[in-house]
Protein backbone atom coordinates (compact mmCIF):
# COMPACT_ATOMS: atom_id res chain seq x y z
CA UNK A 1 0.00 0.00 0.00
CA UNK A 2 1.16 3.70 -0.84
CA UNK A 3 2.38 5.25 1.98
CA UNK A 4 1.12 8.67 0.24
CA UNK A 5 -2.66 7.09 -0.05
CA UNK A 6 -2.64 6.12 3.24
CA UNK A 7 -1.69 9.49 4.65
CA UNK A 8 -4.31 11.17 2.42
CA UNK A 9 -6.99 8.60 3.22
CA UNK A 10 -6.34 9.05 7.18
CA UNK A 11 -6.64 12.40 6.67
CA UNK A 12 -9.21 13.31 4.56
CA UNK A 13 -11.81 10.31 6.53
CA UNK A 14 -10.50 11.39 9.71
CA UNK A 15 -9.79 7.91 10.71
CA UNK A 16 -7.04 4.91 10.81
CA UNK A 17 -10.09 2.99 9.84
CA UNK A 18 -9.21 1.46 6.00
CA UNK A 19 -11.95 0.73 3.52
CA UNK A 20 -12.85 -1.99 4.40
CA UNK A 21 -14.80 -4.76 1.73
CA UNK A 22 -16.41 -7.77 2.97
CA UNK A 23 -18.05 -10.72 1.22
CA UNK A 24 -21.51 -10.14 2.21
CA UNK A 25 -24.10 -7.90 0.21
CA UNK A 26 -27.99 -6.82 -0.07
CA UNK A 27 -30.40 -8.89 -1.80
CA UNK A 28 -32.33 -5.38 -2.36
CA UNK A 29 -30.22 -2.83 -3.27
CA UNK A 30 -31.15 0.88 -2.25
CA UNK A 31 -31.24 2.64 -5.82
CA UNK A 32 -34.60 3.90 -5.67
CA UNK A 33 -33.62 6.44 -2.76
CA UNK A 34 -30.56 7.93 -4.99
CA UNK A 35 -31.27 10.90 -7.29
CA UNK A 36 -28.60 11.41 -10.26
CA UNK A 37 -28.23 7.39 -11.03
CA UNK A 38 -26.71 6.31 -13.57
CA UNK A 39 -26.39 2.79 -14.92
CA UNK A 40 -23.84 0.63 -15.90
CA UNK A 41 -23.84 -2.59 -18.19
CA UNK A 42 -20.52 -4.62 -18.45
CA UNK A 43 -19.84 -6.69 -21.51
CA UNK A 44 -16.48 -8.99 -21.24
CA UNK A 45 -15.29 -10.02 -24.26
CA UNK A 46 -12.87 -9.30 -26.69
CA UNK A 47 -11.41 -10.92 -30.14
CA UNK A 48 -7.93 -10.61 -28.41
CA UNK A 49 -6.33 -9.79 -25.38
CA UNK A 50 -4.10 -6.86 -24.91
CA UNK A 51 -1.49 -7.42 -22.32
CA UNK A 52 -1.04 -3.88 -21.21
CA UNK A 53 -5.39 -4.01 -20.51
CA UNK A 54 -6.44 -4.28 -16.48
CA UNK A 55 -10.23 -4.69 -17.15
CA UNK A 56 -12.06 -7.84 -16.47
CA UNK A 57 -12.35 -9.44 -20.04
CA UNK A 58 -12.06 -12.75 -21.60
CA UNK A 59 -11.97 -14.13 -25.23
CA UNK A 60 -14.89 -13.72 -26.82
CA UNK A 61 -16.99 -16.83 -27.99
CA UNK A 62 -20.99 -16.18 -29.67
CA UNK A 63 -21.90 -19.31 -27.24
CA UNK A 64 -20.17 -17.98 -23.91
CA UNK A 65 -21.37 -13.99 -24.93
CA UNK A 66 -24.82 -15.81 -25.65
CA UNK A 67 -25.26 -17.22 -22.09
CA UNK A 68 -23.77 -14.13 -20.60
CA UNK A 69 -26.01 -12.25 -22.07
CA UNK A 70 -28.59 -14.17 -21.11
CA UNK A 71 -27.58 -14.11 -16.98
CA UNK A 72 -27.43 -9.98 -17.58
CA UNK A 73 -30.97 -10.04 -18.73
CA UNK A 74 -31.66 -11.86 -15.48
CA UNK A 75 -30.12 -9.37 -13.18
CA UNK A 76 -31.64 -6.67 -14.69
CA UNK A 77 -35.26 -8.21 -13.62
CA UNK A 78 -33.88 -9.52 -10.11
CA UNK A 79 -32.81 -6.16 -9.16
CA UNK A 80 -35.11 -4.25 -11.37
CA UNK A 81 -38.64 -6.24 -10.23
CA UNK A 82 -37.73 -5.15 -6.59
CA UNK A 83 -38.93 -1.66 -7.09
CA UNK A 84 -42.30 -0.74 -8.01
CA UNK A 85 -42.62 1.56 -10.51
CA UNK A 86 -39.75 2.81 -13.01
CA UNK A 87 -36.65 4.76 -11.62
CA UNK A 88 -35.22 7.77 -13.71
CA UNK A 89 -31.83 7.16 -15.09
CA UNK A 90 -29.60 10.05 -15.96
CA UNK A 91 -27.92 7.73 -18.68
CA UNK A 92 -26.49 4.01 -19.79
CA UNK A 93 -23.01 3.39 -20.24
CA UNK A 94 -21.93 -0.34 -21.72
CA UNK A 95 -18.35 -0.98 -21.11
CA UNK A 96 -16.20 -3.34 -21.72
CA UNK A 97 -14.34 -5.39 -22.57
CA UNK A 98 -15.86 -5.06 -25.96
CA UNK A 99 -19.90 -4.64 -26.07
CA UNK A 100 -20.05 -4.15 -29.60
CA UNK A 101 -19.59 -7.79 -30.26
CA UNK A 102 -23.05 -8.30 -28.65
CA UNK A 103 -24.46 -5.71 -30.92
CA UNK A 104 -27.48 -7.45 -32.02
CA UNK A 105 -28.42 -8.11 -28.65
CA UNK A 106 -27.83 -4.58 -27.09
CA UNK A 107 -31.38 -3.77 -28.00
CA UNK A 108 -32.87 -6.52 -25.51
CA UNK A 109 -30.64 -5.27 -22.86
CA UNK A 110 -32.62 -1.88 -23.26
CA UNK A 111 -35.64 -3.10 -23.52
CA UNK A 112 -34.78 -5.08 -20.58
CA UNK A 113 -33.87 -2.04 -18.41
CA UNK A 114 -36.98 0.14 -19.90
CA UNK A 115 -39.06 -1.99 -18.00
CA UNK A 116 -37.70 -0.45 -15.08
CA UNK A 117 -36.05 2.82 -15.46
CA UNK A 118 -36.70 5.75 -17.86
CA UNK A 119 -33.47 6.94 -19.42
CA UNK A 120 -33.20 10.45 -19.72
CA UNK A 121 -29.91 11.40 -21.24
CA UNK A 122 -28.95 8.73 -23.87
CA UNK A 123 -27.08 6.05 -24.09
CA UNK A 124 -23.30 5.15 -24.40
CA UNK A 125 -21.18 1.64 -26.38
CA UNK A 126 -17.71 1.42 -26.03
CA UNK A 127 -16.28 -0.19 -29.78
CA UNK A 128 -13.09 -1.04 -30.75
CA UNK A 129 -11.57 0.21 -34.36
CA UNK A 130 -12.69 -3.00 -35.90
CA UNK A 131 -16.00 -2.52 -34.78
CA UNK A 132 -16.60 1.07 -36.47
CA UNK A 133 -18.53 -0.51 -39.83
CA UNK A 134 -21.61 1.08 -41.07
CA UNK A 135 -23.66 -2.25 -40.39
CA UNK A 136 -22.15 -2.59 -36.68
CA UNK A 137 -23.25 0.88 -36.22
CA UNK A 138 -26.34 0.86 -37.66
CA UNK A 139 -27.45 -2.03 -35.35
CA UNK A 140 -26.13 -0.11 -32.21
CA UNK A 141 -27.93 3.02 -33.23
CA UNK A 142 -31.58 0.92 -33.80
CA UNK A 143 -31.24 -0.48 -30.60
CA UNK A 144 -30.93 3.08 -28.90
CA UNK A 145 -27.54 3.32 -28.46
CA UNK A 146 -26.73 7.49 -29.15
CA UNK A 147 -23.06 7.63 -27.95
CA UNK A 148 -20.30 5.63 -28.99
CA UNK A 149 -16.52 5.09 -27.51
CA UNK A 150 -13.85 3.96 -30.27
CA UNK A 151 -10.88 2.76 -28.36
CA UNK A 152 -7.98 4.06 -31.01
CA UNK A 153 -5.06 4.56 -28.49
CA UNK A 154 -3.04 5.59 -31.29
CA UNK A 155 -3.43 6.33 -35.16
CA UNK A 156 0.32 6.27 -35.35
CA UNK A 157 1.50 2.61 -35.74
CA UNK A 158 4.56 2.69 -33.86
CA UNK A 159 2.70 3.14 -30.76
CA UNK A 160 -0.02 0.48 -31.69
CA UNK A 161 3.22 -1.88 -32.22
CA UNK A 162 4.21 -0.82 -28.46
CA UNK A 163 0.42 -1.91 -27.42
CA UNK A 164 0.65 -5.01 -29.26
CA UNK A 165 -2.04 -3.93 -31.63
CA UNK A 166 -3.09 -3.30 -35.55
CA UNK A 167 -3.26 0.13 -37.19
CA UNK A 168 -6.12 1.37 -37.33
CA UNK A 169 -7.73 2.41 -40.41
CA UNK A 170 -8.95 6.18 -39.94
CA UNK A 171 -10.58 6.78 -43.84
CA UNK A 172 -12.64 3.66 -43.30
CA UNK A 173 -13.88 4.92 -39.96
CA UNK A 174 -14.37 8.22 -40.64
CA UNK A 175 -16.42 7.11 -43.77
CA UNK A 176 -18.45 4.22 -41.41
CA UNK A 177 -18.81 7.30 -39.08
CA UNK A 178 -19.97 9.66 -41.58
CA UNK A 179 -22.84 7.04 -42.94
CA UNK A 180 -24.17 6.73 -39.84
CA UNK A 181 -23.78 9.54 -37.30
CA UNK A 182 -23.95 9.67 -33.32
CA UNK A 183 -24.58 12.56 -31.15
CA UNK A 184 -21.44 11.88 -29.18
CA UNK A 185 -18.39 10.09 -30.78
CA UNK A 186 -15.79 10.04 -28.74
CA UNK A 187 -12.05 8.26 -29.06
CA UNK A 188 -9.58 6.79 -26.47
CA UNK A 189 -6.09 7.84 -26.23
CA UNK A 190 -3.29 6.47 -24.50
CA UNK A 191 -0.28 9.17 -23.66
CA UNK A 192 2.98 8.76 -21.96
CA UNK A 193 4.05 5.85 -23.71
CA UNK A 194 7.67 5.73 -24.78
CA UNK A 195 9.25 8.41 -26.93
CA UNK A 196 6.24 9.37 -27.21
CA UNK A 197 6.34 13.35 -28.42
CA UNK A 198 3.83 16.62 -28.47
CA UNK A 199 3.83 16.53 -32.25
CA UNK A 200 2.26 12.68 -31.89
CA UNK A 201 -0.53 13.18 -29.63
CA UNK A 202 -1.56 16.66 -31.44
CA UNK A 203 -1.58 14.99 -34.58
CA UNK A 204 -3.61 11.61 -32.92
CA UNK A 205 -6.33 14.40 -31.72
CA UNK A 206 -6.45 16.55 -34.81
CA UNK A 207 -7.00 12.46 -37.04
CA UNK A 208 -9.66 12.02 -34.50
CA UNK A 209 -11.88 15.15 -35.07
CA UNK A 210 -11.09 14.86 -38.80
CA UNK A 211 -12.05 11.64 -38.35
CA UNK A 212 -15.80 11.98 -37.05
CA UNK A 213 -14.87 12.67 -33.09
CA UNK A 214 -16.78 15.59 -31.35
CA UNK A 215 -14.80 14.05 -27.87
CA UNK A 216 -11.05 12.42 -27.23
CA UNK A 217 -9.95 10.79 -23.98
CA UNK A 218 -6.41 10.72 -23.35
CA UNK A 219 -5.76 8.48 -20.76
CA UNK A 220 -2.43 8.61 -19.11
CA UNK A 221 -0.80 4.93 -19.44
CA UNK A 222 -0.91 2.53 -16.19
CA UNK A 223 1.45 -0.13 -15.89
CA UNK A 224 -0.70 -2.42 -13.50
CA UNK A 225 1.14 -4.97 -11.58
CA UNK A 226 -1.23 -7.92 -12.97
CA UNK A 227 -1.00 -7.16 -16.35
CA UNK A 228 2.11 -8.31 -18.33
CA UNK A 229 3.04 -5.65 -20.23
CA UNK A 230 6.10 -4.77 -21.20
CA UNK A 231 5.96 -0.95 -21.53
CA UNK A 232 7.52 1.15 -19.10
CA UNK A 233 5.83 4.46 -17.83
CA UNK A 234 7.28 7.94 -18.51
CA UNK A 235 9.21 9.72 -15.99
CA UNK A 236 7.14 12.81 -14.21
CA UNK A 237 8.61 16.22 -15.63
CA UNK A 238 8.25 14.50 -19.07
CA UNK A 239 4.70 13.86 -18.63
CA UNK A 240 3.74 16.99 -17.24
CA UNK A 241 5.19 18.40 -20.28
CA UNK A 242 3.02 16.84 -22.46
CA UNK A 243 -0.02 16.91 -20.70
CA UNK A 244 0.40 20.80 -20.13
CA UNK A 245 0.88 21.17 -23.79
CA UNK A 246 -1.31 19.24 -24.94
CA UNK A 247 -4.09 20.75 -22.88
CA UNK A 248 -2.62 24.28 -24.10
CA UNK A 249 -3.23 22.79 -27.91
CA UNK A 250 -7.16 22.07 -26.88
CA UNK A 251 -7.68 25.08 -25.51
CA UNK A 252 -6.53 27.19 -28.52
CA UNK A 253 -8.68 25.16 -30.60
CA UNK A 254 -11.60 25.89 -28.51
CA UNK A 255 -12.12 22.23 -27.37
CA UNK A 256 -13.26 22.32 -23.87
CA UNK A 257 -11.96 20.38 -21.12
CA UNK A 258 -14.85 18.02 -20.18
CA UNK A 259 -12.89 16.40 -17.56
CA UNK A 260 -9.54 15.49 -16.50
CA UNK A 261 -8.99 13.37 -19.38
CA UNK A 262 -11.39 14.73 -22.14
CA UNK A 263 -12.00 16.86 -24.66
CA UNK A 264 -14.88 17.65 -26.60
CA UNK A 265 -15.41 19.80 -30.30
CA UNK A 266 -19.28 20.16 -29.43
CA UNK A 267 -20.75 21.91 -26.39
CA UNK A 268 -23.56 19.03 -25.84
CA UNK A 269 -20.98 16.06 -26.82
CA UNK A 270 -20.56 14.14 -23.75
CA UNK A 271 -19.18 10.43 -22.83
CA UNK A 272 -18.35 9.88 -18.83
CA UNK A 273 -19.95 7.01 -16.98
CA UNK A 274 -17.96 8.23 -13.76
CA UNK A 275 -19.40 11.38 -12.64
CA UNK A 276 -22.42 10.47 -11.14
CA UNK A 277 -23.71 10.74 -7.96
CA UNK A 278 -24.92 7.13 -7.71
CA UNK A 279 -24.69 4.55 -10.29
CA UNK A 280 -26.39 0.54 -10.79
CA UNK A 281 -23.89 -1.76 -12.12
CA UNK A 282 -25.13 -5.17 -14.39
CA UNK A 283 -22.54 -7.66 -15.16
CA UNK A 284 -19.45 -9.36 -14.47
CA UNK A 285 -16.63 -6.79 -12.52
CA UNK A 286 -19.96 -3.66 -12.50
CA UNK A 287 -20.00 -2.22 -9.62
CA UNK A 288 -22.53 0.15 -7.85
CA UNK A 289 -22.84 3.29 -5.95
CA UNK A 290 -24.95 4.19 -3.49
CA UNK A 291 -25.82 6.78 -0.91
CA UNK A 292 -24.21 4.41 1.96
CA UNK A 293 -22.61 1.90 0.04
CA UNK A 294 -20.68 0.26 -2.91
CA UNK A 295 -20.49 -2.94 -4.15
CA UNK A 296 -18.43 -4.83 -7.00
CA UNK A 297 -19.96 -8.15 -8.79
CA UNK A 298 -17.79 -10.73 -9.38
CA UNK A 299 -15.23 -10.96 -12.06
CA UNK A 300 -15.69 -14.40 -13.00
CA UNK A 301 -17.88 -15.32 -16.05
CA UNK A 302 -18.74 -18.47 -14.63
CA UNK A 303 -19.58 -17.83 -11.09
CA UNK A 304 -21.77 -14.87 -12.31
CA UNK A 305 -23.88 -16.72 -14.46
CA UNK A 306 -24.28 -19.59 -11.78
CA UNK A 307 -24.92 -17.09 -9.30
CA UNK A 308 -27.31 -15.38 -10.98
CA UNK A 309 -28.89 -18.84 -12.55
CA UNK A 310 -29.83 -19.54 -8.77
CA UNK A 311 -32.09 -16.53 -8.52
CA UNK A 312 -29.22 -14.65 -6.28
CA UNK A 313 -27.11 -11.77 -7.08
CA UNK A 314 -23.89 -11.66 -8.06
CA UNK A 315 -22.56 -9.28 -5.41
CA UNK A 316 -18.58 -10.58 -4.46
CA UNK A 317 -17.56 -7.35 -2.10
CA UNK A 318 -19.53 -4.96 -0.34
CA UNK A 319 -18.41 -1.89 1.59
CA UNK A 320 -20.54 0.27 3.85
CA UNK A 321 -19.48 4.20 3.94
CA UNK A 322 -18.71 5.86 6.76
CA UNK A 323 -19.89 9.79 6.24
CA UNK A 324 -16.48 10.89 5.84
CA UNK A 325 -15.13 7.72 3.57
CA UNK A 326 -18.62 8.57 1.01
CA UNK A 327 -17.65 12.30 1.34
CA UNK A 328 -13.79 11.59 -0.08
CA UNK A 329 -15.30 9.26 -2.89
CA UNK A 330 -18.23 12.32 -4.04
CA UNK A 331 -15.19 14.53 -4.12
CA UNK A 332 -12.56 12.65 -5.82
CA UNK A 333 -15.10 12.11 -8.66
CA UNK A 334 -16.36 15.32 -8.59
CA UNK A 335 -13.23 16.81 -8.82
CA UNK A 336 -12.34 14.27 -11.98
CA UNK A 337 -15.11 16.41 -13.84
CA UNK A 338 -12.37 19.48 -13.20
CA UNK A 339 -15.36 21.52 -11.14
CA UNK A 340 -16.82 21.05 -7.98
CA UNK A 341 -19.46 23.15 -6.80
CA UNK A 342 -19.88 23.64 -2.52
CA UNK A 343 -23.68 23.70 -3.45
CA UNK A 344 -23.65 20.21 -4.42
CA UNK A 345 -21.79 18.88 -1.79
CA UNK A 346 -24.16 20.20 0.18
CA UNK A 347 -27.55 19.03 -1.19
CA UNK A 348 -25.56 15.61 -1.55
CA UNK A 349 -24.29 15.76 2.25
CA UNK A 350 -26.48 18.19 3.87
CA UNK A 351 -23.39 19.69 5.37
CA UNK A 352 -21.94 22.74 3.64
CA UNK A 353 -18.91 22.35 2.54
CA UNK A 354 -16.47 24.57 4.08
CA UNK A 355 -17.17 23.21 7.50
CA UNK A 356 -16.17 19.45 6.26
CA UNK A 357 -13.41 20.54 4.14
CA UNK A 358 -12.92 23.91 4.52
CA UNK A 359 -9.17 24.05 5.12
CA UNK A 360 -8.80 21.80 2.24
CA UNK A 361 -10.11 23.41 0.12
CA UNK A 362 -8.07 26.69 1.70
CA UNK A 363 -5.03 24.91 1.06
CA UNK A 364 -5.76 23.47 -2.41
CA UNK A 365 -6.19 26.85 -3.71
CA UNK A 366 -3.33 28.73 -2.12
CA UNK A 367 -1.15 25.18 -3.62
CA UNK A 368 -3.04 27.01 -6.92
CA UNK A 369 -4.56 24.01 -7.36
CA UNK A 370 -8.29 25.64 -7.85
CA UNK A 371 -9.49 28.87 -8.32
CA UNK A 372 -12.55 29.55 -6.56
CA UNK A 373 -15.84 32.11 -7.44
CA UNK A 374 -18.89 32.48 -5.23
CA UNK A 375 -18.43 28.58 -4.08
CA UNK A 376 -17.17 27.43 -7.60
CA UNK A 377 -13.99 25.75 -7.40
CA UNK A 378 -12.31 25.44 -11.25
CA UNK A 379 -9.24 23.11 -11.28
CA UNK A 380 -6.27 24.90 -12.77
CA UNK A 381 -3.59 23.44 -15.38
CA UNK A 382 -1.53 22.84 -12.30
CA UNK A 383 -4.42 21.00 -10.17
CA UNK A 384 -5.38 18.79 -13.31
CA UNK A 385 -1.42 17.99 -13.45
CA UNK A 386 -1.31 16.39 -9.77
CA UNK A 387 -4.64 14.77 -10.25
CA UNK A 388 -3.28 13.10 -12.57
CA UNK A 389 -0.25 12.38 -10.87
CA UNK A 390 -2.16 11.27 -7.37
CA UNK A 391 -4.43 8.96 -9.73
CA UNK A 392 -2.06 7.14 -10.57
CA UNK A 393 -0.97 6.30 -7.04
CA UNK A 394 -4.81 5.62 -5.98
CA UNK A 395 -4.98 3.55 -9.21
CA UNK A 396 -1.54 1.24 -7.83
CA UNK A 397 -3.14 1.30 -3.92
CA UNK A 398 -6.72 0.67 -4.49
CA UNK A 399 -7.91 -0.95 -8.16
CA UNK A 400 -4.90 -2.21 -9.07
CA UNK A 401 -4.51 -4.17 -5.55
CA UNK A 402 -8.72 -5.14 -5.64
CA UNK A 403 -8.63 -5.99 -8.85
CA UNK A 404 -5.73 -7.99 -8.94
CA UNK A 405 -7.39 -10.12 -6.32
CA UNK A 406 -10.90 -10.05 -7.49
CA UNK A 407 -9.49 -11.45 -11.10
CA UNK A 408 -8.06 -14.86 -9.29
CA UNK A 409 -10.84 -15.44 -6.54
CA UNK A 410 -14.42 -14.87 -7.66
CA UNK A 411 -15.72 -14.48 -3.70
CA UNK A 412 -12.84 -13.07 -1.42
CA UNK A 413 -13.73 -13.07 2.38
CA UNK A 414 -12.62 -9.33 2.68
CA UNK A 415 -10.42 -6.64 1.37
CA UNK A 416 -9.07 -3.82 3.23
CA UNK A 417 -7.24 -1.18 1.54
C1 LIG B 1 -12.67 -1.22 -22.69
S1 LIG B 1 -11.42 -0.45 -23.62
C2 LIG B 1 -12.20 0.28 -25.05
C3 LIG B 1 -12.93 -0.57 -26.08
C4 LIG B 1 -12.21 -1.70 -26.78
N1 LIG B 1 -12.11 -2.81 -25.90
C5 LIG B 1 -10.85 -1.30 -27.30
O1 LIG B 1 -9.87 -1.62 -26.65
O2 LIG B 1 -10.80 -0.69 -28.35
C6 LIG B 1 -11.24 1.00 -22.61
C7 LIG B 1 -10.03 1.89 -22.78
O3 LIG B 1 -9.19 1.80 -21.64
C8 LIG B 1 -7.92 2.32 -21.96
N2 LIG B 1 -6.88 1.50 -21.31
C9 LIG B 1 -6.78 0.16 -21.26
N3 LIG B 1 -5.68 -0.22 -20.56
C10 LIG B 1 -5.07 0.92 -20.14
C11 LIG B 1 -3.88 1.21 -19.37
N4 LIG B 1 -3.10 0.23 -18.91
N5 LIG B 1 -3.57 2.50 -19.13
C12 LIG B 1 -4.36 3.48 -19.61
N6 LIG B 1 -5.48 3.28 -20.34
C13 LIG B 1 -5.83 2.03 -20.61
C14 LIG B 1 -7.79 2.25 -23.48
O4 LIG B 1 -7.67 3.55 -23.98
C15 LIG B 1 -9.10 1.61 -23.92
O5 LIG B 1 -9.57 2.16 -25.10
S1 LIG C 1 -7.97 -2.70 -24.38
FE1 LIG C 1 -10.01 -3.24 -25.17
S2 LIG C 1 -9.64 -4.89 -26.71
FE2 LIG C 1 -7.82 -4.74 -25.45
S3 LIG C 1 -8.15 -6.28 -23.86
FE3 LIG C 1 -8.82 -4.27 -23.01
S4 LIG C 1 -10.95 -4.25 -23.39
FE4 LIG C 1 -10.12 -5.85 -24.74
Redesign the pocket.
Known sequence: MSIITTLTRTWLTRTLRPFTFKNEYDQVLPFAECENLGLYVHIPF?KSV?N????CKTLYSKELCDKYIDALIREIRLVGSRQSGKKEATSLYF????PALAADRIGEIIDALSEHFVITEGVGL????DNVTPDVLQTLKDAGVTKIS??V?SFRSKFQEILGRKKVDASAMASALAAVPFETVSM?F?FALPGQTYDDLKSDIDAAFSAGANHVAI????E?TF?DSPVPTMPKKEKRALLDAITKYCASKGYARASIWTFTSAPDANYSSMTRDNFLGFGCSATSLFKKQFKINTFDVGSYCERIDSGQLATSLTIRFTKRQRMIYWLFWTAYSTKVKASDFERFFGVPLKKAYGFEFWLAKRLGFFTEEDGVYQMTLKGAFYYHYYENFYTLAYIDKMWGIMRNEAFPKRIEL
Not at 126 to 129: N, S
Not at 219 to 222: D, K, L, N, S, V
Request: a negative charge; hydrophobic letters at 30%.
Open positions: CCFCPYGGGTELHPVGQDIYPFIFT
